[in-house]
């Protein structure tokens, strides 16, 4: 199934500003059907926390929640998660990939990455391969798995000045090669996703597992920018608070990229409600060295979980 989102090729650029205006102002939430019915599904969400999950409990005593430990720093902990995953639960219908991250600092974590390089890309893209398998085995029968992976809005105005750097990805984890802007950082690990994503439409199949990347837009309360101190953080803060979604907002996001749409959102990025253009280099000439150099170093990084067989298996099926 082609990509909607390929389809729609190369959107003109625009100004931040605008974007945001036109996003967080002027788009209006849609929330699912009146008929939305998930009584006995299965859902994973990541980047949740033990205090959400209380509330949500409160909220829905019907529903059985759970909080399983992972971080996303450490390839361990994701291996046994996924593997927690494949042995515990009988039945899974839902996975959204929620993590985020942005520091204002440049750090590393144990893996030897820029942390938010580490999070918001690399790890999250390994839990993806990871995941593909048992979401395609253990969703009911005839019925697809769904895999949602979030994504930024802000990937469209990724620069990737280092984009002709080599080793690409070693380029995020030297600030004298590439240097550290937190902005800039977070858009690039996003955009990264965005043409890592592209590259492996072709291992995916709709009528194994609907995969998609969706774009929450920007959303009060959560801790996405809890770093952000000065002059950045009161800016951000009253941006949100004068025109930033809610949490309820946020989630129908969610729902409808995992929910609502159906197959025609496969290899799709959703955003606003609307099946959008990926981020442009994907569609410029040079953005093809660009990908091919990105995937063959991502999965150089995750052979140690096979992941360059885990997508050939899932290919032939």
Known sequence: MASKSMELGDEAPTSLLWALIKSQILTRTQRA???????????????????????????????????????????????????????????????????????????????????????NYLSTFLMAILMLPICKS????????RLTIVSSGTALFAKLSNRDKRPFLASFD?????????????????????L??????????????VVNLVEPGMVKGTG????????????LAAWKGLWGRTLDDGAWMYVDAAVVKGKESHGCFVMDWKIHPFARLVYLPEGKDVMDVLWEETLAEFEFVGARQILEAFKKG
């Open 196 to 209: 890592f994503f592209v590259r492996m439409l072709e291992y995916l199949n709709a009528d194994d597992v």
């Open 138 to 145: 253990k969703a009911p029968s005839g019925t697809p798995g």
């Open 174 to 194: 030297d600030p004298d090669i590439y240097p550290f802007d937190p902005p800039d950082r977070y858009f690039s690990s996003k955009a990264l996703g965005h």
């Open 224 to 235: 996405l920018h809890r770093d952000a101190k000065g002059l950045i953080g009161l800016v």
């Open 33 to 119: 059907p009146a008929d939305t019915n998930l009584t006995g599904q299965v859902a994973i969400i990541t980047g949740a926390s033990e205090s959400a999950a209380d509330k949500l409990r409160a909220d829905y005593p019907d529903a059985k929640l759970e909080v399983w430990h992972l971080e996303m720093t450490s390839y361990p902990s994701i291996q046994a998660f996924c593997r927690r995953v494949e042995a515990e639960l009988p039945r899974l219908d839902i996975t959204i990939l929620n993590a985020g991250l942005m520091h204002l600092e440049f750090t590393t974590c144990e893996t030897g990455h820029e942390e938010i390089l580490q999070v």
